[in-house]
């Protein structure tokens, strides 16, 4: 019964709702990726990579996770908040009803988090001894 309304075909995205979910989506992967490669880059070893990205990990899904607790038309305060974002604005998607305000604050936040990392990471690559692990 729970996917009885997607079985049935009665679930329908727009044009609009797939790519807000694009233009939200792509920002966070890019924020995922650039924290995770300059934390795996400044450790050590293997070990000290996993127990630095488990927390990164857990609080990433705890972000995605807390959407399951939001309503669909959450303030707008909450497009600031990294991973969560992304998660109402696909809420959104699937109720049918795209907040272009939303979407955009959403999109905004994520790709400044998303610039700061990559510009991070890229920081960190300059640095010799990281490089080198000296």
Known sequence: ?????????????SAGAIAALFFVQMPVALLGAGLLLTISTISRNQKEAQAS??????????????????????PLWWAL?????????LKQALAGMIDPTFVAVAFGSSLLYATVAIFYARS???????????
């Not at 009885?4 to 009665?10: L, P, Q, T």
């Open 1 to 13: 019964p729970m996917f009885a309304v997607a079985a049935s075909g009665g679930l329908k995205l």
């Open 53 to 74: 990205l488990m927390p990164v990990m857990l609080l990433g899904t705890i972000g995605s996770m807390l959407t399951m607790l939001l309503k669909t038309e959450s």
């Open 81 to 89: 908040v990294p991973v969560t974002n992304a998660g109402l604005v």
């Open 124 to 134: 960190v690559f300059e640095k010799e001894n990281v490089l080198l692990k000296a």
